[in-house]
């Protein structure tokens, strides 16, 4: 089963490819922005993420793909790596993976001289780090 952290990140790798939500059974699309602020999900995105579970608004589902997010979030789906792009697909639990991945019709990736999307960072962590490296020269 994809945990619902796994399904946040990758509808957030692809929001940062441009990639909207579509809602209310194809009535309305949305593309948070900014997606981070910070170590965490931008209010943007934690407010569309919202939309996104609200069964109020019908079927929601990445822009390209058929996998519902009811679907996703089911014991039936995982989210694992594309063998193309790297970014985060579905996959169907004991099955073959899906041979459609969100980045099939974006003609411009994948594109290795472009940072991939990314998850948040924790800048304190971080800091911590180079400093623990420093301390040792």
């Given at each position: 089963m994809?945990a619902?952290a796994?399904?946040?990140?990758?509808?957030?790798?692809w929001?940062g490819?441009g990639?909207?939500?579509?809602l209310?059974n194809?009535h309305?699309?949305?593309?948070?922005?900014?997606?981070?602020?910070g170590?965490?999900?931008?209010?943007?995105?934690?407010a569309?993420?919202?939309?996104i579970?609200d069964p109020?608004n019908?079927?929601?589902y990445?822009?390209?793909?058929?996998?519902?997010?009811?679907?996703?979030?089911?014991?039936?789906?995982?989210v694992?790596?594309?063998a193309?792009?790297?970014?985060p697909?579905?996959?169907?639990?004991?099955?073959?993976?899906?041979?459609?991945?969100?980045?099939?019709?974006?003609?411009?990736?994948?594109?290795?001289?472009?940072?991939?999307?990314?998850?948040?960072?924790?800048?304190?962590?971080?800091?911590?780090?180079i400093?623990?490296?420093l301390?040792?020269?």
């Amino acid at each position: 089963m994809a945990a619902e952290a796994e399904v946040k990140k990758y509808f957030a790798y692809w929001f940062g490819l441009g990639k909207r939500v579509v809602l209310k059974n194809g009535h309305q699309t949305l593309l948070p922005q900014p997606i981070y602020t910070g170590q965490d999900y931008s209010n943007e995105f934690k407010a569309v993420w919202q939309q996104i579970i609200d069964p109020k608004n019908g079927d929601s589902y990445l822009e390209g793909t058929e996998e519902t997010i009811q679907e996703l979030l089911s014991p039936a789906w995982d989210v694992s790596s594309c063998a193309r792009c790297t970014m985060p697909v579905p996959l169907k639990v004991a099955s073959q993976p899906s041979l459609v991945c969100p980045c099939n019709d974006l003609e411009t990736w994948p594109n290795t001289e472009l940072p991939l999307p990314r998850s948040p960072i924790d800048t304190q962590d971080r800091l911590q780090q180079i400093r623990q490296r420093l301390g040792k020269i």
